[in-house]
């Protein structure tokens, strides 16, 4: 069973097709994990057993009858619980969606019951998405598998951990700051943050609608090239959804390339604020590029010092808006004041008593930057300082065809080293940031482990809107040169998770 | 302008519908000016001549026909509904009964 | 809510002193087949919460998409105005809360409007022609219905609870909002009344609208200031809202005016607030002050992208508008004669389009009105209905005037056809079959008619004989009777002054 989890989507799917394994032996293989570790990890909220065996049963039946399947269909996923999922809860990590069920599936998860994907439950994140860490979920923190006491980075930090220990073998995030990548890099898994209207929102919780984007977690640059394919391309629910075909990603990744290829190094994402092992990995990763017949040129992005700055700005205005609607009315927590209680008064209690701190941080602080009087200065100053973003991007895209960096500024830190201090694990984001405010893709691969903590490093590749499979074609190169010099997967280096059976949920 | 009061959070927290204890004004005005210091510069960045870019990837006109889809029956519209009667979503006065 | 009842001046005395100052908020709900942002029907008297999507209850990850019905319908809207169409826009969200908003803010357009800066030309009833100049008109979504319950006649106040359904939610909206209008006068309250009548007609000309004010397709919020005569700076307004008819729309004008006058005399200044109108008492009292929380907190709407226009498409919207009412209702008056009253009277009575559609198929604008204005209004007016709603048809009429012409019946049958049809008893030949209407053309009972009423009358069929040739009218009167109404009135005539060997 071991080996069963230890597969890459790819390996297990191609294992399914020729009928090696069955859908029903792989999801239970990956359910008994769940038993086994997530107590220790806390990756799940919830655990979707009967249905995603149910769905692997009728997978096994269609494939001895002789159906033409989807690729994927049996290989099972974790759906981070910001996506709406009909028949589970789904809580956005948050008391005041505490119970709700939606009635409805998001894009995504429509895509995935079409692919025919068993989804075995629903994944921890920082309430809303708003967080670094994972550890503003309400409903506890997830743990890093390499280190329990260290947070799986966030906010997707429950779909990344997921499959870290192998309790998926593929899993959706979002990313609006880097969600995706960030999570990804500090458990040392993929993550790719797809062009802005790539994939679909729809049904995805909004945090900042600008800036979120829905994309693949997985253990692999192919696996999440796979997964991209099934849950890309256009959705008239989404008026921000590109008419532009997905494009042959998975060709990218399984064929690589970089000779010829120019690689820019962002010259303002590195140097001062990142660790010294995190940039001696990155260093490494630029010598195996151009030893593969990249060529290596350095790109100024002289905005991108602004871009954290902007971001918080437009991003908790966005989110002050979009969660507004949480107020006891429809659904979710109602909380009524003791005295006369007017609508108002249950408004009021609802949403103090339904958030989290973080929560009210960022709504207070996205209230005040849209207010009257501060609107130009702030929220129409961050805009601008997007399109000198998006300029730098053009810019720097006319040098190099893709541009890379440090995903993080540094490993992954202590379980409550930063949460009383909100800008420290804003910084966390400072790299990955630029991406999500400009609309352009982004792939986080795990670049091998820092000296002096022994923890996973992320390299980071971009480029231009709508040229997502250049990420793929770099990245599988990438990752193959990274695991030739390792002999194997990072995560095949990772510790044991003590199996804490009974988990928190 | 970055001065941020415990009546600035008071206002915003009641523009924001989030009941605050005096603790929670306090810290909260206490870590928003922090914040805030640290995003000032961005009203300094960018100038007149600098157009604003709201959404990052340009789309324009994108519509729906004007054909019927699916709807919610009552019941599903008020599954999770906190509370209800008579079909409808039930909500405290909405004034104060003085 | 106050329950002192306010000071107010005459409104003579007011005008005396004051020159108020209007504008108006008009919303229009669109009649597209679906809401502003979801494909939820647009419908109105179902049972609540069903006309809903996850979009219309603003679920957790939802997303909107415009309907582009409804932006064609703002364009024309907009272009009817005599507005420039905005060659980009966007929607913008308007953030409050109110639990008959489902996302806690509106979608709506802020800085830039689809259509802006135009103007509507409102006819007085006088004939005076008074130019209102429009600032903008956008488009935005419609909230959801709240019904007070456990106080007083559904009234907020006092209220125990509310109940909320959403089918209203998101129904397409346009915003008409005018510039400050000057100079009205003592005719402020009848400019009032005329413009809100004149945007109605325009959006139900366009066809955009149902534009039935008793079911809220055209609401009005009314902003009155006044300033002393010859003071140019404008005082401080109140705004009216949701005067729901013309005669509302008039009378909150003139209260307001009123209001102001007694306040401003008595040296108090004006509250700047909203105010509400009650229809029983024909006031209206004070709503809510404006605040810091009134802060809306605009941005624009990151889930949905930009509105850009071009020519092309503009302006085959424009060739799709329809003759405006004003211009339309000069052309039809001077193309069928009627004086100015006869005209009026048929618009009043609402039958001018019924009697346009009377004429194309073929009938005389004489006769046509002669249908409407009489028998068909007549019938209206008993039965409490709009004209249109018996069942009158201006097919109906072309089949009746047929009938008469031909001399199948005859005037006074024809209202016994028109009886029978509307009873459901079949077309007009079919009624006159079934019921035995049709005139009696044959000279054999027409003969024995007349000799039976000759022969009741001998004084007067000796008179005709004398000479009295007007005096047949008796005769043909007592020949009509026998015949039940069935006789061609001519031919009777004709035959009784044979039979007495007069010469006609
Ligand atoms: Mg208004
Ligand atoms: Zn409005």
Redesign the interface.
Known sequence: MTELIHLSADALAQQLAAKQVSAVEATQAYLDRIDAVDGAVNAYLHVNTEEALLVAAEVDQARADGDTLHPLAGVPIAVKDL??TKGQP?T?GSRI?EG?????D?TVVQKLRAARMPILGKTNLDEFAMGSSTEHSAYGPTRNPWDLDRIPGGSGGGSAAAVAAFEAPLALGTDTGGAIRQPGAVPGTVGVKP???GVS??????M????DQIGPVSRTVLDSALLHEVIGGHD?????S?TDPVGALVEAARLGQVEGMRIGVIKELQGEGYQAGVLTRFHESLELLRSAGAEIVEVSCP?FR?AL??Y??IMP??A??NL??Y????????V??EG??????????T??AG?GDEV??R???G??A???G??D????????????I?RDFAAAFEQADVLISPTAPTTAFKLGEKLDD??AMYLNDVATIPA????VPGLSLPGGLADEDGLPVGIQLLAP?REDARLYRVGAVLESLLEDSWGGPLLAQAPAVPQITGRNR | ?AE?TRD??AH??R??????TDD?LAR?AG??A???E??K???E??GDD????????P?SN?F?EDVVGET?SNE?AL?????NADGR?K???????E | MSALTDEVLTFDEAMEKYDPVLGFEVHVELNTRTKMFSAAPNAFGDIPNTNVS?VD??????????NGTAVESAIKIGLALNCSIAEKCYFA?K?Y?Y?DT????QTSQFEDPIAHDGYLDIELADGTVFRVEIERAHMEEDAGKLTHMGGAAGRIQGAEF?L?DYNRAGVPLIEIVTKPIEGAGARAPELAKAYVAAIREIVKNLGVSDARMERGNVRCDANVSLRPHGRETFGTRTETKNVNSLRAVEHAVRYEIQRHAAVLDSGTPILQETRHWHEDTRTTTSGRPKSDAD?Y???PE????PVVTNDAWIEKLRAELPEPPAERRKRLQADWGYSDAEFRDVVNAGVMSSIEDTVTAGVSAAVARTWWMGEISRRAKLADVDPAEPGASPALIVELNALIESGKINDKLSRDVLDGVLAGEGTPAEVVEQRGLAVVSDDGPLLEAIDGALAAQPDVADKIRGGKVQAVGAIVGGVMKATRGQADAGRVRELILQRLGVEG
């Open positions: 996506i709406v789904t956005a969606l709700w069920q939606s009635p409805y998001a062009t802005y209207g929102r729809y049904g995805a919780i909004a900042a609608s600008s800036l008239p629910r989404d008026s921000t590109l905005n602004y700055e902007a918080y700005l205005s966005e002050s808006s507004a609607k107020d006891g009315v429809r659904f979710g927590l109602r009524v004041p006369a209680a007017t609508i108002e008064r249950v408004m009021g209690a949403r103090a958030f009210k941080r709504i207070i602080l209230t005040y849209l207010s009257a501060y609107y200065a702030y929220y129409g100053s961050a805009q601008k300082v997007r399109t000198l998006q909100p800008l999500n405010m400009a609309g809107a | 302008m941020i600035d959070v915003l927290a523009l924001a519908h989030i009941d605050m929670e909260m870590e928003l922090v914040i805030v640290s995003i510069t961005v009203s960045v960018a600098v157009p604003a870019t709201s959404h990052p990837i789309l994108v729906r919610l599903e599954l999770n509904a906190p509370d979503f909500v405290p006065a909405i004034l104060d009964g | 996850p209850l603003g679920l957790p990850g939802v997303l909107p998409v415009v969200r953030n809360f639990p489902p996302k806690n803010f509310s909320v802060d907190r605009y941005f990151p889930d949905l992208v």
